[in-house]
């Protein structure tokens, strides 16, 4: 069964440093990973998405994540965080001919001025 | 403006009563889902529609049931079977069932107890 872990409830930064959010991933065959940003009392927008190819992912308001099929992981990477990168952040897999997605349980990013 | 309206906002449900939650889309999408978040627990799938008039059980199915009579609405029905309906409820879209194809999000119902 596909499944999708966050190891971290929470990750605290500071303005300007480089952030990473972890994911880890369970699938049968090769996985198609997502990240998704929620902010307070709003739905999940999309981030960015790996099908296959390169193993860095560029996607949207800065953020990138790195594919590492060796270690299972899809972390979400940005270079220099921003206050208002403060969210929920939830990684998701699904596998080659299942149409759900598995989300992970989320982690909340907190980014100090 | 294309996108995906949830309604409403907030709904209170009281003992033994079903509620409907409304959720419509504009994004020519085939696909849409009923997702249910509680804190602590990400999201969990409630029922999932690839076509008009076709939907599936997700993992949480019990205690609610759906309709898909137009491609635009996918309503989720929370019956007084559901003894724990207290949550966010999120509806989503797709261009297609299809694996790799990101979900747009509704900005959800959020769902509590008389």
């Known amino acids: 069964a596909q499944s999708v872990a966050q190891p971290e409830d929470q990750v605290n930064v500071a303005e300007g440093n480089p952030l990473t959010v972890k994911c880890t991933y369970s699938?049968?065959?090769?996985?198609?990973l997502f990240w998704y940003v929620q902010y307070p009392n709003r739905g999940l927008q999309f981030l960015l998405k790996y099908i296959t190819g390169d193993n860095l992912v560029k996607g949207s308001y800065g953020f990138e994540a790195e594919f590492n099929k060796s270690q299972t992981s899809f972390h979400l990477k940005k270079p220099s965080a921003l206050v208002s990168d403060s969210a929920l952040y939830f990684c998701?897999?699904?596998?080659?001919?299942?149409?759900?997605?598995?989300f992970g349980t989320g982690t909340r990013l907190l980014v100090s001025p | 403006d294309g996108g995906i309206t949830q309604s409403p906002k907030y709904l209170f449900r009281k003992e033994g009563q079903n509620v409907t939650l409304s959720c419509e889309q504009n994004l020519n999408h085939d696909a849409m889902y009923w997702y249910r978040q509680d804190p602590g627990q990400g999201l969990r799938l409630i029922y999932y529609?690839?076509?008009?008039?076709?939907?599936q059980k997700g993992d949480i199915a019990e205690g609610y049931s759906v309709s898909r009579e137009k491609k635009e609405s996918f309503p989720l029905t929370v019956t007084s079977a559901q003894k724990n309906p207290t949550a966010f409820y999120l509806c989503a879209s797709s261009t297609s069932g299809r694996e790799h194809q990101p979900q747009h999000f509704g900005d959800g119902t959020r769902l509590s107890i008389l």
């Open positions: 529609s690839q076509i008009v008039n076709d939907f």
């Open positions: 998701a897999v699904s596998d080659i001919g299942f149409q759900k997605l598995v």
């Open positions: 699938v049968s065959g090769n996985p198609y």
